[in-house]
């Protein structure tokens, strides 16, 4: 066995150690003496990130074991190689604790496969570097949407669900994909279940936080880690190329996103529903949704998902709440020509997806030839919407529901919607002629709460314009009218 104590002294320090590795795995278990938020990070001798463990915030395990066909979730499957391995020690705060910290490092290097089978982290879906991951493998032929959910926790950060429970509940749900969205950290595998799952994690700091879907490492962190300013817009820069870049919960106090840095040309999407059996969330939900209009009114282009960002076990309500917060509450739906990773974040950039709790829409848009997202010259005439109510939700899904299209920030026409009269139909067509013209569709409860966002058809003459996100959400925050759902 190797042990090291290493003095934290720094933000970011490194140490190199040599191991011999001729066993089937190694195990690497870090201790903490003090209080600080430590990221352990371990590079192998060809300068791959191998895995990570991190102390004083949230469960995530202090112990990494890996061999060639087993390993923990926070570390890369992989045969053990002899030689230097560089280990990263990074406080994840912007200034020293004031008291002094150490961590104790011991390494086994002749561990067995039966420790490595019993590790309670074991679980498989990715194993190997992320870009060994195949984004383009399409898993299903067909052409439609497809109904997932791109916000959720387990006990690899604050979740109360194990990867295992969270992949049964995902098996249960039917969902056709799913982000499992870690707090700073992505984890390199999870069980296989019906679900797609997409490589994911959640950004999160003081001044906002945000969902990375779609990377091709599991390194997340290097681009920032090292420096403590701005490290918002430096995860956003490292990941803006390959993947998709989402704002969450952007009014949902005390996690709001303040950034006054990250351009509206790096954000792909914004979460317009999340966790809508939270306490704060359904005024949350209205300001996000009153603020996409007040974008599009002014001239951007944002598009609209949701979350569940589900933390609890299906048996544990909110105070107050009528039902749990679960996976899949609200559900995003993609529309995509065969499902893979690659299609879903496509369809995402593009805009082509809805929100919606308790119903399934069918969008019959200019006789199906065109979706969410898409832009349009000339007058729109057929704009007809079917709600399909699920039926694991009766008892928690209102009867009635009230549908509204929207034209260029205003509401021209409301419907009643029940099961009985599940259909709204468009009654005057709308010219997209024009740069700044656009319609979307909506539907909220009889207290006006937000139950289905569908992103707008739009002019294709639309200019494209770039500001501060965090710039606009001030002045939109300033205008009276945009607090008007």
């Not at 002094?100 to 496969?113: H, L, N, P, Q």
């Not at 082509?352 to 308790?358: G, T």
Request: aromatic content about 12%.
């Amino acid at each position: 066995m190797i042990e090291f104590r290493q003095p934290i002294t720094a933000l970011y320090e490194t140490k190199w150690i040599e191991i011999k590795a001729p066993g089937v795995g190694i195990t690497i278990e870090s201790i903490l003496e003090g209080d600080c938020h430590l990221y352990v990070r371990v590079y192998n001798p060809e300068g791959i990130f191998i895995g990570e463990s991190v102390h004083g915030h949230y469960g995530y395990p202090a112990v990494m074991q890996f061999g060639k066909e087993m390993s923990t979730l926070n570390a890369m499957m992989h045969a053990p190689l002899s030689g230097t391995y560089k280990f990263e020690f990074v406080v994840f705060q912007t200034q020293m604790p004031e008291h002094a910290c150490f961590c104790t490092v011991r390494i086994e290097t002749d561990v067995e496969r039966r420790l490595l089978e019993a590790s309670l982290y074991t679980e498989k879906v990715w194993f190997g570097p992320l870009s060994t991951l195949d984004q383009s493998e399409v898993v299903n032929l067909e052409a439609r949407y497809y109904r997932g959910d791109l916000h959720g926790h387990t006990t690899l950060s604050d979740g109360k669900m194990t990867p295992s429970e969270a992949m049964q509940v995902l098996n249960e749900s039917k969902l056709d994909f799913m982000a499992l969205t870690e707090h700073n950290r992505m984890p390199f595998g999870h069980r296989q279940g019906q679900a797609l799952m997409i490589p994911a994690f959640e950004l999160t700091l003081p001044n906002g936080h945000i969902n990375i879907w779609g990377m091709d490492s599991a390194d997340v962190l290097s681009a920032l880690l090292k420096a403590p300013e701005n490290r918002l817009a430096k995860g956003v820069d490292a990941f803006k190329e390959k993947a998709i870049i989402s704002v969450n919960h952007p009014f949902m106090v005390p996690w709001a996103y303040e950034d006054k840095e990250i351009s509206m040309e790096a954000v792909n999407t914004l979460e317009v529903i999340c966790d809508p059996t939270y306490r704060d969330s359904p005024e949350a939900n209205r300001k996000a949704v009153a603020f996409m209009d007040w974008v599009w009114e002014k001239g951007y282009t944002l598009f609209g998902v949701g979350g569940s960002d589900a933390h609890n076990p299906t048996w544990e309500h909110y105070e107050n709440a009528s039902s749990p917060s679960v996976y899949g509450d609200p559900s995003t739906y993609v529309y995509c020509e065969g499902l893979s990773i690659e299609h879903l974040k496509r369809g995402l950039r593009l805009g082509k997806c809805y929100v919606a709790r308790w119903v399934s829409l069918d969008l019959k848009i200019m006789a199906y030839t065109i979706q969410p997202g898409t832009t349009y010259d000339g007058t729109l005439d057929d704009y007809q919407v079917t709600l399909t109510w699920f039926d694991s939700d009766e008892g928690h899904a209102p009867e009635r529901f009230e549908g509204r299209f929207f034209y260029n920030g205003r509401c021209i026409q409301i419907g009643v919607l029940t099961r009985e009269n599940p259909i709204m139909i468009l009654e005057r067509p709308v010219s997209l002629r024009t740069a700044e013209s656009w319609i979307r569709f909506g539907i909220y409860d009889m207290n006006g709460d937000v139950v289905a966002y569908v992103n707008p058809v739009y002019s294709a003459d639309r200019k494209k314009q770039s500001d501060v996100l965090g710039t606009l959400m001030e002045a939109f925050s300033r205008d009276d009218k945009g607090h008007t759902v």
